[in-house]
């Protein structure tokens, strides 16, 4: 597939574009980023998706429920999910690196544990440290708000974790579907912002 093929099902077709991307992203599981960063063991992790693959569910919640987790780690862990997810998603659509290339960071990430994207990609020379630091500082920004309305008590690590689940399926900024949900009133996110911009 070709780069104009590429662009054409992420711009023009929006349900195909949606499905493309997961398609194409599909390795940032929240398992894997249990797993490999030693929160969950492979076992805990293949008996909770059998449960999931038997009774449906979240697998998150899940988790938490057998007492492999806590909420706090399924909301850590949904952040880096994201994070990664949003990460590659900015690498393809701004033309820094390819379909192959993120696939096989992922892979690389798999099979080594508890590396993470941008370490991989920097370390294999796919992207430059400069160029992923600019794309990085708007993650960073996103997962900053979440964190002041955490401190705040305006939200809680579930409330968070669901915020940032709806912002992946829709696209929303973390704000917008934070107030979608119903979970923060307009001015906890104003003032959010205000301590963003002044940190």
């Known amino acids: 597939m070709n780069w104009s093929d ?15 991307r997961h398609e194409l992203l599909n390795d940032v599981r929240l398992g894997q980023i249990l ?12 008996s909770a998706l059998d449960i999931q693959r038997a009774a449906g569910g979240l697998l998150g919640e899940i988790l938490v429920q057998l007492g492999y987790c806590t909420a706090g780690q399924i909301s850590w862990a949904l952040g880096c999910q994201y994070a990664e997810t949003r990460l590659g998603q900015m690498l393809l659509k701004t033309r820094t690196i390819g379909v ?3 696939q096989a960071a992922y892979a690389t990430m798999r099979s080594e544990g508890d590396t993470s994207l941008p370490e991989v990609l920097i370390r294999e020379g796919v992207v430059s440290a400069e160029k992923l630091s600019a794309l990085m500082a708007v993650q960073y920004q996103e997962a900053k708000l979440g964190q002041i309305l955490l401190v705040s008590g305006s939200l809680t690590e579930e409330q968070l974790a669901e915020g940032l689940t709806r912002q992946k399926e829709t696209g929303e900024r973390l704000g917008e579907a934070l107030r979608a949900l119903g979970y923060c009133q307009e001015t906890d996110i104003d003032e959010a912002l205000r301590q963003q911009m002044n940190a």
């Open 35 to 46: 797993t490999r960063t030693g929160v969950l063991t492979d076992t805990d992790l293949e």
């Open 6 to 20: 590429l662009e054409a099902l992420l711009m023009d077709d929006h349900r195909q574009g949606q499905r493309l």
């Open 100 to 102: 192959e290339e993120l």
